[in-house]
């Protein structure tokens, strides 16, 4: 991948969530003192954070699993390692059943997964996430849901969701990260050549 840095991308991930490039940086130092995520070192084009899939996946979780920064550690440890409830013998996700890689799969795999995403719902009552995806050659919605052990909600129940537009828009700058692709989108064009020379 890329040496661009998530702090780089915060800005149009911001924009794509309709949030604050503050916002979006905010997390990733809240992953960062959750162990969740590797902050890294320096300052400067290629400095900081890599942006990676696995990291864009971690902030998306954090921004639909909570509000509050504060309760990023706890709502982390309950949805990174959620593992799919009863998959289906032909699911996209097979082989990567824990959810922050089964959904840094879908923001990496070429082959369309990302189209065939409706929304991505993450409770905020308890550990449980759910995938709604389209079946390939139909537009049937299949589900697939994802838990930790003994997730149970509360009469009450609060969640929040990402449209699958969204998300496979996010996957289009992901893929093109691990290209390299220029994009003016991610700061000086001239800065993120100089971080990423042609092979």
Do not use: W
């Not at 899939?53 to 902030?59: F, K, N, S, T």
């Not at 390299?180 to 020379?197: H, K, T």
């Amino acid at each position: 991948m890329s040496s661009s840095s998530l702090k780089a991308y915060a800005p149009k991930l911001a924009r794509l969530l309709q949030s604050t490039p503050n916002a979006v940086y905010e997390r990733q130092r809240a992953l960062g003192r959750a162990e969740q995520l590797d902050l890294g070192e320096g300052q400067g084009p290629g400095k900081g954070t890599r942006a990676t899939a696995e990291g864009i996946a971690l902030i998306l979780i954090s921004m639909l699993a909570t509000d509050r920064l504060s309760h990023v550690e706890g709502r982390m440890r309950e949805l990174v390692d959620a593992v799919e409830v009863r998959p289906l013998d032909d699911t996209p996700f097979k082989g990567h059943p824990k959810f922050v890689k089964a959904l840094s799969f879908v923001l990496t795999q070429p082959t369309g997964l990302a189209r065939r995403i409706i929304e991505i719902s993450i409770s905020r009552t308890c550990g449980r996430a759910v995938i709604v995806y389209h079946d390939i050659g139909s537009r049937d919605p299949r589900v697939a849901e994802l838990a930790n052990a003994g997730a149970t909600e509360p009469p009450l129940r609060v969640q929040a969701t990402l449209d699958g537009r969204v998300v496979e828009q996010i996957a289009a700058d992901v893929r093109a990260l691990l290209l390299a692709v220029p994009d003016p989108l991610f700061g000086d064009e001239s800065a993120y050549n100089q971080a990423n020379p042609p092979a």
